[in-house]
């Protein structure tokens, strides 16, 4: 799917976590000139605690209650590249919203890449990467749902404005 850059409708990216869409998101934007938004961010700034903190505090079903909200906040925005959290897309009515607002753009990384990339790290309660079986298994679960967005860019490379550009020239005429 290709869209006219006058348009200005946004542009989504989704994928796993550890894929790059923040960092390609923001790399995108500034080529573009556009607004940066990112999902997680927002539900930060707004609930005044960390992505990490509602989980563990208020558990996962309150987190998403969040990015529906955020979802919905930045869905009608004009002209910006926004970024969303891993799980976001996975949602029906999510992808339905995404849909009708703009385009949505797949990072897909390997998972041999996204475990270079995040590795031990903390802050994402669904990164569970001392379990390589069942990481494996939710891995190949949710890359069946990105598969339903508009456009898939390989994200494997390291550079995110390398990736950015791809994604400019898969979505732009
Ligand atoms: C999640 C991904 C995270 C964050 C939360 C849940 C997921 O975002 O929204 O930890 O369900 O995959 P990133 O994809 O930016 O890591």
Not at 80 to 98: D, N, P, Q, S
Not at 147 to 171: G, I, M
Request: aromatic share 10%; charged share 30%.
């Amino acid at each position: 799917m290709q869209v006219d850059p006058a348009d200005g409708r946004p542009i989504f990216l989704v994928g796993f976590m550890g894929t790059g869409k923040s960092e390609v998101g923001k790399a995108l934007a500034s080529r573009l000139a556009w607004a940066f938004a990112d999902t997680d961010r927002w539900v930060e700034d707004r609930a005044g605690r960390t992505v990490e903190e509602i989980f563990v505090e208020s558990g996962e079903g309150l987190f998403r209650r969040w990015e529906s909200r955020a979802l919905a906040a930045l869905s009608p925005s004009t002209r910006t590249v926004i970024a969303t959290g891993g799980g976001l897309f996975t949602a029906r009515a999510h992808r339905e919203t995404i849909r009708t607002s703009g385009v949505s753009v797949w990072l897909d990384a390997s998972l041999e890449r996204i475990r270079k990339r995040l590795g031990r790290s903390r802050g994402r309660p669904l990164w569970r990467s001392e379990d390589p079986v069942a990481l494996r298994a939710f891995f190949d679960r949710r890359r069946s749902v990105y598969f339903l967005a508009d456009v898939r860019v390989d994200a494997d490379r390291e550079d995110p404005s390398e990736v950015a550009e791809l994604v400019r020239r898969a979505v732009f005429h």
